[in-house]
């Protein structure tokens, strides 16, 4: 069975940093690019970050470009995601998420973790 | 960057309605649209790719068309555990996703 556990998700001071984890199984992982995706607390979801499967590509959006990155341990099937300076509009549920594709190219996103929280507050 | 736009935000409707959410794309995207299903409290689960391709497991009441800008969702009759928030996103740009604002499914 395909599963991606996060982890690491805490109640953090603004400016502080954090890092969470998404342990894979059930596929090999080192074939597969990664993604995060967050959702505020009442709110949609929001793209912040791609990796690709060798990990040398990242992309992220520009709300959090310059103060998160993502990496990832093939040896380990774990994807991380290091947060710094964070900012209380960072509250969020943080999920990760495999890219699939089919012979198009076209890309989606399954399955999806269940998501760890991220509380950034004084 | 391309927006991705749903309508509408919210909808009541009653078990074995036909529903139907639309999403509108900035920009043409061709058909790299994908939809997913998220209940309260849960993940989000995929139900549609590319446009119109029905992910494994997923009841066939569900179907998606469209092409270019214009996109369409519907639920061909309404079950309880259809109840949910319903979200669009665009991969033309990939890695660069970007998703719709949500629907939201209610109870009438």
């Known amino acids: 069975e395909v599963q991606l556990v996060e982890s690491g998700g805490d109640f953090v001071q603004p400016g502080g940093s954090l890092r969470v984890s998404c342990a894979v199984s059930g596929f090999t992982f080192s074939d597969y690019e990664m993604n995060w995706v967050r959702q505020a607390p009442g709110k949609g979801l929001e793209w912040i970050s791609y990796?690709?499967?060798?990990?040398?590509?990242?992309y992220y959006a520009d709300s959090v470009k310059g103060r998160f990155t993502i990496s990832r341990d093939n040896a380990k099937n774990s994807l991380y995601l290091q947060m710094n300076h964070l900012r209380a509009d960072d509250t969020a549920v943080y999920y990760c998420a495999r890219v699939s594709r089919d012979s198009a190219k076209r890309g989606w996103l399954d399955p999806w973790g269940q998501g760890t929280l991220v509380t950034v507050s004084s | 960057d391309i927006q991705m736009t749903q309508s509408p935000s919210s909808l009541s409707a009653s078990v074995g309605d036909r529903v139907t959410i639309t999403c509108r794309a900035s920009q043409s995207i061709s058909n790299y649209l994908n939809w997913y299903q998220q209940r309260p409290g849960k993940a989000p689960k995929l139900l549609i790719y590319g446009a119109s391709g029905l992910q494994r497991g997923v009841p066939s009441r569900f179907s998606g068309r469209g092409s270019g800008t214009d996109f369409t969702l519907t639920i061909s009759s309404l079950q309880l555990e259809d109840f949910a928030t319903y979200y669009c996103q665009q991969s033309y740009s990939i890695p660069a996703l970007t998703f719709g604002g949500g629907t939201k499914v209610e109870f009438k």
């Open positions: 990796i690709s499967s060798s990990g040398i590509t990242t």
